[in-house]
Every structure is written in structure tokens, then in C-alpha cells.
């Protein structure tokens, strides 16, 4: 599998008559972005707009404008990260991105624009847990949860029983450090 054959198993939900690429070809240019060193929405934009022709042409699109930063900010806050990060790691699995005797660091980030009611008690927001392989230096396995109803220990639970790991090296912070294992 390749990693464009498994961008194209995420359900594309956006539509409209402004609708210029698939999600798959959106991602991937997020991807390259992100690969680049480009951070965030604005850098993101940047990555696109210096790096537009030879991107069109390379990847044979048949536009030549790619999304700006006001598309991509709304694209990416509509997204599904859960079936980006089940499609990111079907095609690790696919492509043996993780061997017996590698060393990986697994840690869980929150997403800032998933955030609901940010002052109040009940605050809510999306996270991502990553295995990050050092040697490679790639993200071979997220997991996304909702803080109201898991927590980070209970989502690397889930994404090492769905990696399937032997005579792998996990580095993660002290709060993984459970005598007993969590529901």
C-alpha cells in the first residue's frame, strides 16, 4: 500500500462548488508541507504558494492554484483526524516502517483548534497520541481520543495492541508509569 493509496481511504466529506482537489491530494500536500519544515496554517500556505508550480507539475494536478491559507485552515478544522490517523497507520503497518529492534518515544499532544469551552469546567478537546520512530525520524502510529472519554493512557493501550509491536523499545512519559492497567 502506498501512502497515497491509503490517504484515498479517508472519506471525502467536503463539497461545494469551490471544491478544486480531493481530500487525498490536500493531505498529501499537508504532508509534503509538514515534511518540509513548514508549521501551522500560515507556514503551510507558504509551503504551497513557494512551491506551487513544481508541486502542480510534479504531482500532475490539473490546476495550478493550490489551497490558500483560509482553505486550509477550514479543510483541516473539518477533518476527521481519527480516520487520518487510521489511515496513517495502515500504511505504516503496510510498509514495515517499524522493525524488531527499533527504538520509538510514544507521547500525546492536544489539538488546540478542538477545543470546547476553554474556560469553563467542562472543557473538551480532541488529543493525539504518536509512536514516533527515532531512527527513521517518522511517526509510524497515532491514535486519537476525546479527553471527556478516554485518556492518554487508555489510547496507547488501543494503538499498541493495534500496532501489534515485538522487540520494539517504547520511551514514554512518567504518567504511563501504572502498576495496573487503567479501563
Not at 20 to 48: E, K
Not at 105 to 120: E, F, M, R
Not at 155 to 174: F, I, K
Request: aromatic content about 6%; glycine content about 8%; charged content about 15%.
Amino acid at each position: 500500500m502506498t501512502l497515497i493509496e491509503a490517504l484515498k481511504t479517508i472519506p471525502d466529506t467536503h463539497s461545494g462548488s469551490g471544491l478544486r482537489y480531493p481530500l487525498w491530494v490536500f493531505l498529501l500536500l499537508i504532508i509534503l508541507g509538514t515534511m518540509s519544515g513548514y508549521r501551522g496554517n500560515r507556514g503551510l500556505a507558504r509551503f504551497m504558494e513557494r512551491h506551487q508550480a513544481h508541486l502542480t507539475a510534479r504531482l500532475g494536478l490539473p490546476r495550478p492554484e493550490l489551497p490558500s491559507y483560509a482553505t486550509i485552515r477550514r479543510v483541516l478544522n473539518q477533518i476527521d483526524c481519527r480516520m487520518v490517523a487510521a489511515a496513517l497507520n495502515q500504511w505504516a503497518k503496510a510498509a514495515g516502517l517499524l522493525q524488531t529492534g527499533d527504538d520509538c518515544a510514544i507521547d500525546g499532544k492536544g489539538l488546540s483548534h478542538t477545543v470546547s469551552d476553554p474556560y469553563g469546567s467542562q472543557q473538551s478537546f480532541i488529543s493525539v497520541v504518536s509512536v514516533f520512530q527515532l531512527q527513521q525520524g517518522l511517526v509510524v502510529g497515532q491514535a486519537a481520543f476525546d479527553n471527556g472519554q478516554s485518556s492518554e493512557i487508555q489510547a496507547v493501550y488501543e494503538l499498541l495492541d493495534r500496532l501489534q509491536l515485538s522487540g520494539v523499545t517504547m520511551s514514554l512519559d512518567a504518567l504511563h508509569a501504572q502498576k495496573k492497567r487503567l479501563s
